[in-house]
Structure formats: structure tokens, C-alpha cells
């Protein structure tokens, strides 16, 4: 239960303000769950009155609710509609502007914006393995993205071990969750088991370490580490869905003429939520963003998505004309090929584009419905 530090910490929900109070000092801009437009979303927080108290949620196929629980817990619901993806990895970045100077010459301007130091409070396992997921993306290539780089490595985690997954949850097929294992500067367990919620704090990087170090509270007994190893041990009895992994790379490769595709295809409307909610969902655009006045321009690269009928164009047309041919190709990479192209699945099953998918399609279902009647329709057009 310690972290690999070997230090935790039981605090109160004083000294959780204390943490928030420690990690500010050290500069840092404290992004955190709050309650916004009838969601949880992830927004900057200067105070853990800010956090969602006794706020629970409802997830499944086409369908997010809060709900009011009975009890203060501060971290008690699942993945938020918006993942963390949006601060790394922003919606838009502009990657240089143009302008024409009095004389009529270009000039560039290729200087990049300041680079935020942001601390994620409350990332749920699966969200920090899709963390992961995007450092080998974006960061563990020969060509690193400047921004994701800067950003992730000013970044300090602190984890929250997930003690309420949600319907659409299924951490545990993929092995991610619902405890953080590696990747955090601080992991905290949620104990609801006094009248005020409680909360272990391990740390897991030398950065947490010192944090914790710098703390005035008491070291976790050794019945608050059984207390929070129960935690994630019931959450693991709880996931609202599973994923036979076993194999799935090869069993999508060889049912690439499944009838399911069509099945899908039929329902699916090529919206593109999936992918906008997807916590590892990377794809991107380079559009020009030019001044009425045709004197300055951008080049700003914006998030794209897989379902768009032009996002395969190359010269001459579009490669995936078929909503068939682009679901396809969103699963069998997601579940399949991302293996061969980063050594990991795609998928960190956080059940995102369950909920977010207006049709309620549910990717667990479609992988096995195909592996159901593995090798059906093999070899058809
Ligand atoms: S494919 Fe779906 S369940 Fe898997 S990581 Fe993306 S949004 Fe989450
Ligand atoms: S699977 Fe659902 S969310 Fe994804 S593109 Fe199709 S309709 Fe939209």
C-alpha cells in the first residue's frame, strides 16, 4: 500500500487542504473536479471547498447523470466527461503566426506560449494510464511535440485510487485500474468509514516525497492501509463492464469483414464523441486561421477525428468513405493495432465513449459480438 517511497500519510479533510495549500506554494495551478453545467468537470481550484461534496454519478450507454449520495465524499464519482487530455494536449494550439511588415515581407513568429505548471488532483487510475499512453505518443518518439513535452514535464499528479467506477467502467479488463500503480507524485485513498471522509496519502516521486515530507500529519496505520486496499478491492467488484482481451489484436485482424461492422455502421452516426471524449485519442488537424485584413495568419493545429468523411482525404479522395470502414478503423486501432505502433493497448477503459456516444454504442459489446462468431463472414467483400 505504501508508495514506492515507502512514506503515507492519513490525513483529514484539513490536511487534504493542506496538500492543495503545499502543492500551490510550490507554484503550482491545482486542476481539480468540480461541479459545472450538471457535470464533473476538471477546472483550476484554489480551495477543496471547490471539490464536488457528496456528488456521485450515473453512467451508461448514452447516459451521464449526477446524483446526490449519501455521504461527504469529495472524490466519490467516476471518469468526467472531459478528460484530462484537454490541458496536455489542448483542443487548439497555435503552432506560429504570420504577419506582413510595412514593406511587404513575411515574417514568422514561431515563439511558443508560456508553458502552464499544472497539478491534476484527483486523477483516477485509468486517466493516469492514458497519461501514459500519450508520453509514448507524443513524447517517447524520435520527434517529441514540443507543447505535450513542456507541459508534461512541469506536471505533478496526485492520483485519487478510484472507489466508485461507474456503469461503464471496465479498468480492470485493461489492466489499469482502479489503483494507480506508477506515474503519480502523490496517490490518495478516499475512506468514508468516519463521519467525515479520510484520506491516505502515499507518495509515489521524490517531488511527492518532499511534499509529503514537508506535512505535519500522522503515518497511516497499519488498519488504514487494509481500510484503503479495501477501497479499489470493492470497486474492483463493481466495474460496470468487462473486456475479453485475450488475444483481441489478432481476433479484430482476422473478422475484418465481420458482418458487426455493418451492424455498427448502421447505428453509429460518424459524430466523432468518441473520439473527442477518448482520453487517448490523438489525431489532429493544421488549419490556417487568417485575419480579415489579410496582414497576420496562424497556423493553429486543432483535435480532428477519424470519423470525419475527409480526415482520410489524400489526393484523388477520401480512403474511408464508409462509416462501416471509419468505425473499423477507430476499434481494430484502439483495441488492435496501437499495440504494433506504441507497445500498448489504445484503450484504457475508462467507458467515456459508452457514455458519450449519443446511441449508446458500447465497444465492449461490439468486440464481443464479434468474437461471438469469430470468423464469420471472413473472406466476403
Ligand atoms: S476507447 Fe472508450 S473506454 Fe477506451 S479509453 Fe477511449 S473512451 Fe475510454
Ligand atoms: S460510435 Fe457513437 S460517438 Fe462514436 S462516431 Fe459513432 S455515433 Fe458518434
Given at each position: 500500500m505504501a508508495g514506492p517511497s515507502g512514506t503515507t500519510l492519513a490525513l483529514d479533510g484539513d490536511g487534504l487542504e493542506t496538500v492543495i495549500a503545499a502543492v500551490r506554494q510550490r507554484g503550482y495551478t491545482v486542476i481539480a473536479p468540480t461541479v459545472r453545467d450538471g457535470a464533473v468537470a476538471y477546472e483550476p481550484i484554489t480551495?477543496?471547498?471547490a471539490l464536488p461534496r457528496g456528488v456521485g454519478d450515473e453512467q451508461g450507454p448514452a447516459r451521464y447523470r449526477l446524483r446526490e449520495r449519501d455521504d461527504d465524499a469529495l472524490?466519490?464519482?467516476?471518469?468526467?466527461?472531459?478528460?484530462?487530455?484537454?490541458?496536455?494536449?489542448?483542443p487548439a494550439t497555435t503552432l506560429w503566426r504570420a504577419r506582413r511588415d510595412e514593406h511587404g515581407t513575411l515574417l514568422f513568429d514561431e515563439s511558443a506560449a508560456a508553458v502552464p505548471r499544472y497539478a491534476f488532483l484527483g486523477v483516477r487510475a485509468c486517466e493516469l494510464a492514458a497519461i501514459l499512453v500519450h508520453d509514448r505518443v507524443f513524447a517517447g518518439a524520435a520527434h517529441p511535440d514540443p507543447t505535450y513535452a513542456a507541459r508534461r514535464r512541469e506536471l505533478f499528479i496526485i492520483a485519487v485510487h478510484c472507489g466508485s467506477p461507474s456503469g461503464v467502467c471496465f479498468c480492470t479488463s485493461m489492466g489499469t485500474?482502479?489503483?494507480?500503480?506508477?506515474?503519480?507524485?502523490l496517490g490518495i485513498t478516499e475512506l468514508l468509514d468516519t463521519a467525515t471522509p479520510r484520506y491516505i496519502v502515499e507518495a509515489g516521486s521524490p517531488a511527492g516525497l518532499e511534499l509529503l515530507e514537508s506535512l505535519a500529519a500522522s503515518p497511516a496505520t497499519v488498519q488504514d492501509l487494509e481500510a484503503a486496499q479495501a477501497v479499489t478491492d470493492v470497486a474492483t467488484e463493481h466495474m460496470g463492464r468487462h473486456l475479453e482481451t485475450g488475444g483481441l489484436p489478432e481476433m479484430l485482424q482476422r473478422n475484418l469483414e465481420h458482418p458487426q461492422w455493418d451492424d455498427v455502421a448502421a447505428r453509429?452516426?460518424?459524430?466523432g464523441n468518441c473520439t473527442m471524449a477518448c482520453p487517448t485519442c490523438f489525431c489532429s488537424d493544421d488549419v490556417e486561421a487568417q485575419a480579415p485584413d489579410g496582414e497576420t495568419s496562424a497556423r493553429v493545429r486543432e483535435w480532428a477525428s477519424?470519423?470525419?468523411?475527409?480526415?482520410?482525404?489524400?489526393h484523388g479522395g477520401t480512403?474511408?468513405?464508409t462509416v462501416r470502414s471509419r468505425y473499423r478503423q477507430w476499434m481494430t486501432h484502439k483495441l488492435g493495432t496501437w499495440w504494433e505502433q506504441f507497445g500498448t493497448s489504445g484503450c484504457v477503459g475508462c467507458g467515456r465513449c459508452i457514455a458519450w456516444c449519443p446511441v449508446g454504442i458500447d465497444i465492449t459489446e461490439e468486440a464481443a459480438a464479434i468474437r461471438a462468431s469469430d470468423g464469420r463472414g471472413r473472406g466476403s467483400a
Open positions: 480551495s477543496a471547498a472524490f466519490g464519482f467516476a471518469a468526467a466527461p472531459s478528460s484530462w487530455k484537454r490541458y496536455l494536449y489542448p485500474g482502479p489503483r494507480a500503480r506508477e506515474g503519480f507524485d453509429c452516426l460518424s459524430c477519424c470519423f470525419s468523411h475527409d480526415f482520410s482525404y489524400i480512403v474511408r468513405e
